[in-house]
């Protein structure tokens, strides 16, 4: 018989790494939700369409990641491999357009066919934001700085670099495209053949790729910033005034880019090295056409995410549960008294160990193992007496207290 295992690239998320990505995400809602965020929920999978409209056909997620799949009517459907689309197209479909600026926020499971490794999973939980409905610089500062707040929460902003750029409007863009393809044409030969492909359609893809030759021939490119045009050199200025103000530390990298055009002024990421080659950890940027391109009216964006498990990994703190209380029953005409004593304690905020079976140094032995640090325990004797023994675990001190009194001699 084959043995039963989970998919390849997948995991069982439990114990110490689920409390831990609980934590992520349990902060993440709690800094947003100040800033005015409001959560919402879409649907783990949608019309193919929805992803490949806003991903575009060049895209190493839609050409190679996505999960798609028929449904029984022959609609083409795909597992979200992001989060971006799928809150985009509630914006367009429930008429949000009504009541700018819209702020959202979501967590939840995603799903990419890409190689596994570290901190990466084919099934994997992203938490991201997305607002809608502002064109103004403030906008961008007010989306970094919340990144930049929320992993400083986290306890991790001196393992963090926020490197920033911008890509301008759409004249500056244009710009750019026309020098950067001058550019690689004069070195075809000496690219990769994902990046040949990509010259004509998506060129800006080019100087994303982990090919050691791309690398090589990227490092000489043209820089973005020689294309930007007034307009968009005074919008990325006003943005790294206002981290200035903010006391944000950045680091402009002229290399960072979105290859998608609906993607203007600025990108950016948190990186850091403790994960290895691929050290984003939280990625943004502005995309001021996404909403048309999708079917909606003109309606600019702005909006950043993260993957839940790889930030959790970064986490040093002790994320263990409180330590219980362990109630034991001693002998079976106690343990329907234990069962009262074990609910009373977890109305008052308590975590309770209740103690099912073993004789009493079996019962001692596994409060021990769960690490209690005090043990009501219920005899007969005492018990008819309405008293029950409180037995302090780590000083191995105990008394007997009045059973209406518990509560206050536990606090």
Known sequence: MTKIQNVRGTYDLY???????????????????????????TPIFEFTEVFSRNLGDTSDIVTKEMYCFQDRGGESLTLRP?????????????????????????????FRYERPQKGRQRQFTQFGCE???????QADIELISMAYEFIESLGLAGNVTVEINSLGDTESRNNYREKLVSYLK??????????????????????????????????????????????????????????????IKYRVNNRLVRGLDYYSHTVFELVTDKLGAQGTVLAG?????????????????????????????????????????????????????????????????????HSYNGNLKKRMMKANKVKAYLAVIIGSDELASQQVTLKDLDKGEQRTVMLADLLKEIK
Not at 87 to 95: A, H, K, L, N, Y
Not at 131 to 137: A, D, K, R, Y
Not at 204 to 225: F, H, I, T
Request: hydrophobic letters at 35%.
């Open 15 to 41: 114990g110490e790494a689920k409390r831990k990505a609980k934590k992520v995400i349990s902060v993440g809602s709690n800094i947003v939700e100040k800033y005015g965020f409001e959560e919402i929920e």
């Open 82 to 110: 992001e989060g971006t689309a799928g809150v985009v197209r509630s914006f367009i479909s429930e008429g949000m357009q009504q009541n700018l600026p819209v702020k959202l926020y979501y967590t939840g499971p995603m």
């Open 131 to 137: 607002l809608l409905g502002v064109e103004t610089p």
């Open 186 to 247: 004069e070195h075809f030969d000496e690219l990769s053949e994902d990046s040949k492909n990509r010259l004509e359609k998506n060129p800006l893809r080019v100087l994303d790729s982990k090919e050691e030759c791309d690398k090589q021939v990227v490092a000489n490119a043209p820089l973005y910033s020689e294309s930007l045009n007034e307009a968009s050199s005074k919008f990325f200025a006003d943005v790294l005034k206002g981290l200035d103000d903010l006391g």
């Open 285 to 353: 940027g502005r995309y001021d056409g996404l909403v048309e391109q999708m079917g909606g009216g003109k309606v600019a964006g702005i909006g950043w995410a993260c993957g839940v498990e790889r930030l959790s990994m970064l986490l040093e703190e002790d994320t263990s549960l409180p330590r219980p209380i362990a109630v034991i029953p001693v002998g079976e005409d106690t343990n329907d008294e234990a069962i009262k004593i074990a609910y009373k304690l977890r109305r008052a905020g308590y975590r309770v160990e």
